[in-house]
Each structure stands twice: as structure tokens, then as C-alpha cells.
């Protein structure tokens, strides 16, 4: 009997469409949430990552639609975030269809944000996003999709956020992120070790050997990738198959 | 007659009646007492926290309520919290009374494993289930819960590790319970909601 560690997919989404982002170019059309949805759901994904990357106001509604669709498809969690500034923000991502929501940038300017999120719904409904990079000796906690620095150490403020109640950490390591050259697996272990949450890992892979790096040198719980799984060059069974041939505890379906 | 499903103002309810929907089930929001009475069997889901659960349930004068359908016999599913609201008591909220079906008090997980348990996880059968009828033994299922009941729990059939043995599966005359969230745990989850419509056909 042991916990599974998670393959989360993660579908980045503005105006109702799942997109990529490619340097000096802008934003990929990678097609549509609820179709892409479904097919994790079927090939095994563990759970699933939505994330509004354009978090404007008067995207909202759009938003709170594709959460709807795409919750639909599944039988299996659903994560939603992105400008989640307000208690009601995070309700109306749950009344839609999400099981958690995830915080970042509003919950720097306003930590008490994670304690009434985690008093209504449970610790178990409220995930730190951490956007971090490297800074000399340390992590620096980041905000705004990764544009703006915090000054918080990473370490210290994801044990602020678990106090607070915070069920989960989303770790992003922004060095890595867009680069297929890995996680980081010594800010991976790091966290995990630090905070008494489970951590999910995010940001650099490419491989099946990163995900198998991150499961052991980086003590992750879970990792998640978006568009390495979006255009069906990795499938996410053959990923599962290989990592459980290799000792991780995976769920495979049947 | 239909499945109520216990609407107390908050939770995972759209996704359980979303799957018990597409197992043929009829159901119906379960708001008013009356909903409960006339109901074939009821559905109590659950996330968030103990008190605010017990608190909606009072607030809608639901908890006599399904005391009374217990009393009368009528089969009753609890999912993640709850399950646990049919304990005594819970460590998360001590001041506030559970429907105290099972003398128990739901516990915190220990601080030397990750809480919230989250993640899926395998089972180990205690006793014969019906809710696990055709179910491999080492299936996975969804769990994302902070607190849990003591596996040495009477109705447990099934039982989880994390941090101590707690009742992952309890099964008792015409109550049965999961900790684990069926509607999240993919085609073995819909096979447990399955389980327990037809036993209430």
C-alpha cells in the first residue's frame, strides 16, 4: 500500500483556448481545454492543472466557462487558478467545477487570503502556486506570472503559507521553466523537505528521465507538465509504464 | 424514488451527482428534511471543515433529519467528510457533535506524514464489501482529507496507512461511508458509486 506519486498535466488557457507560449513569438493555439481534457482523463492522467494565464477581469467569465467544460470530462481532480485575488474568486473556481484552487500573486499582498480560502473549503482545496528562481544560495519568491520579485526567500514563505493553510505547493522553478533541460530537483527536495504539504513539482521537463529525477532526487509528490503532453509525442501511459518499471509508486490504469 | 443528495451549502456535491448521473442513478439536491424522507437512499458528501459541515446540516434542520432516516433504516453513503460526520465527534472541530452513528472520534493525521493525505492510494480489505464488490485489490483511489477515522472503527471494511491505520471504507447495516472521493477516482471510483446504487435498487 503506498501513495502514488501524480502526473499532472497542466492546460494554460486565455480566452477559452489552450495555448503555449514561444519566445518572441507570443501565444500557440494547442486547441480546446475540454477536448484535451478528455483525453488525459482517458489516458491516465492523475489530475489536472488549469491555469488562466491571461487573469484578466473581463476574461473571468470565459474562464469560469472552461472550468465548467472541462470539469465535465473528468472523473478524476481538477485544479483552477490564475488572478484568484478574492474569497470570491476562489468560490466562484470551486462553484465551477474546480476541487482546488491555486493562489500566488494576491496571496503575497494579502496572506490572510489563504486562511479564509482554507477555513471555508479545507486545506485540501487551497494550493500555493510558488514562481521561484535562484538566487545565490537561495530561492526568491516571484509573482505576476514570474515578472515581478517578491524579496520573500521561497523556503520561508511556502512555511508561511502551509501555517496558513495552504494543502498543497505548486513549486515552479522560473530558471527552468520553457527550457527542457529538467526540473530543479535541489529546489524540488528542498521544499519537500521544508514544508509538511505534499509539493508538486513544475517547470524544465522534457524527458521521462526528468520526471524519474524529480520522483527521486527531488522528493516531489507529483509533477506537472503542459505542453510536453499536448501534441501526443509523450503519451502519459508510456510515461507511467516507464516510471513504474523503475520502482516509483504509479497508478496504472487498467 | 430518487437518490438525495445532501445539499448543506458547500462542496464536492455537482461532481458526485454528476457521476451517480451517469451511472443511470436519478437524483435530486436534497435541501428540506422531507427530501430525505421520501428518498430511496441518500448521498452525503463532503469537503471543507467539520464544523462548517454539522453547521449546515443544523441550519437546515437536516441533522435530525438523517438521524431519523438512519433510525428508519435507510441505506446512506458518506463521502470523505462524510463519512467522518457520521462519527461522535472530530479532533477538528471537539465542540461540535457529529450524527454519532459509530462512537468514534475522527482524528488528525499525525504530524510525521504530509497532511492533507492527498493523492491516490491503495486499500486493504478487512472484511467482504459491497461497495468494493469487483474491485481489484490493489486499485487506487483519490483521497484529500486531513483527518480520519480509527481503522479499529466497528464498520470498517476496508482500511488506508497514513500516518495510522484509519477506515477508508466502513460498512454497517443499511450505512456505508468511503474516505476517499469516488467521483475523483476515475473508472474504480465509478465502479463503488456503481456498487451502491444497485444495492439500494
Redesign the interface.
Known amino acids: 500500500?503506498?501513495?502514488?506519486?501524480?502526473i499532472i498535466p497542466c492546460l494554460d488557457v486565455d480566452a477559452g483556448r489552450v495555448v503555449k507560449g514561444i519566445e518572441f513569438e507570443g501565444l500557440r493555439d494547442m486547441g480546446d481545454p475540454a477536448e484535451l481534457a478528455a483525453r488525459y482523463?482517458r489516458e491516465g492522467a492523475?489530475e489536472l492543472v488549469v491555469l488562466d494565464i491571461s487573469a484578466s477581469v473581463q476574461g473571468r467569465a470565459t474562464f469560469l466557462e472552461t472550468i465548467r467544460r472541462v470539469?465535465?470530462q473528468l472523473?478524476?481532480?481538477l485544479t483552477a487558478g490564475g488572478g484568484i485575488r478574492t474569497m470570491e474568486d476562489g468560490r466562484a473556481v470551486l462553484r465551477a467545477?474546480a476541487?482546488k484552487v491555486t493562489v500566488n500573486t494576491a496571496a503575497v499582498h494579502r496572506p490572510e487570503l489563504i486562511s479564509e480560502l482554507s477555513?471555508?473549503?479545507?486545506?485540501?482545496?487551497v494550493v500555493l502556486s510558488l514562481d521561484v528562481k535562484r538566487k545565490g544560495d537561495s530561492w526568491e519568491a516571484y509573482t505576476h506570472g514570474g515578472r515581478t520579485a517578491t524579496g520573500l526567500d521561497a523556503t520561508k514563505w511556502a512555511a508561511e503559507a502551509v501555517a496558513r493553510g495552504a494543502?498543497?505547493i505548486l513549486l515552479t522553478s522560473i530558471d527552468r521553466d520553457g527550457t527542457c533541460s529538467g526540473f530543479d530537483c535541489e529546489l524540488t527536495a528542498k521544499i519537500a523537505q521544508t514544508v509538511?504539504?505534499?509539493v508538486i513539482a513544475s517547470g524544465g521537463a522534457s524527458t521521462f528521465e526528468d520526471f524519474l529525477a524529480v520522483f527521486t532526487d527531488g522528493r516531489a509528490?507529483?509533477a506537472l507538465a503542459a505542453s510536453i503532453f499536448h501534441q501526443e509525442t509523450r503519451s502519459i501511459a508510456a510515461m507511467k509504464k516507464f516510471l513504474a518499471e523503475r520502482g516509483v509508486p504509479i497508478?496504472l490504469?487498467? | 424514488m430518487k437518490i438525495a443528495i445532501v445539499d448543506y451549502g458547500a462542496g464536492n456535491l455537482p461532481s458526485v451527482e454528476r457521476a451517480l448521473r451517469a451511472l443511470g442513478a436519478e437524483t435530486e439536491r436534497a435541501v428540506d428534511p422531507r427530501q430525505l424522507e421520501t428518498a430511496r437512499a441518500i448521498v452525503l458528501p463532503g469537503v471543507g471543515h467539520f464544523a462548517a459541515f454539522v453547521a449546515g446540516l443544523r441550519e437546515r434542520n437536516l441533522t435530525w433529519a438523517l438521524r431519523a432516516a438512519f433510525e428508519a433504516g435507510k441505506p446512506m453513503l458518506g463521502i470523505c467528510l462524510g463519512l467522518q460526520a457520521m462519527f461522535a465527534s472530530s479532533e477538528e472541530a471537539p465542540g461540535d457533535p457529529g450524527l454519532g452513528f459509530f462512537p468514534e472520534q475522527v482524528r488528525a493525521l499525525p504530524t510525521n506524514v504530509k497532511s492533507p493525505h492527498i493523492g491516490w492510494n491503495q486499500l486493504r480489505k478487512t472484511r467482504e464489501s459491497i461497495l468494493l464488490r469487483g474491485i481489484p485489490d490493489d486499485a487506487y483511489f483519490y483521497f484529500a482529507h486531513s483527518f480520519a477515522a480509527p481503522a479499529s472503527a466497528a464498520p470498517t471494511v476496508a482500511a488506508c496507512d497514513h500516518g495510522f491505520p484509519f477506515a477508508a471504507v466502513i460498512e454497517r447495516g443499511s450505512l456505508a461511508g468511503v474516505q476517499f472521493h469516488p467521483e475523483k477516482s476515475g473508472e474504480t471510483g465509478a465502479q463503488v458509486l456503481r456498487n451502491f446504487v444497485e444495492s439500494v435498487q
Open positions: 500500500m503506498t501513495l502514488a506519486r501524480r482523463n492523475d470539469a465535465e472523473n478524476i481532480p467545477g476541487d477555513q471555508q473549503f479545507g486545506a485540501q482545496a494543502g498543497e509538511p504539504v505534499p509528490d507529483a497508478r490504469s487498467r
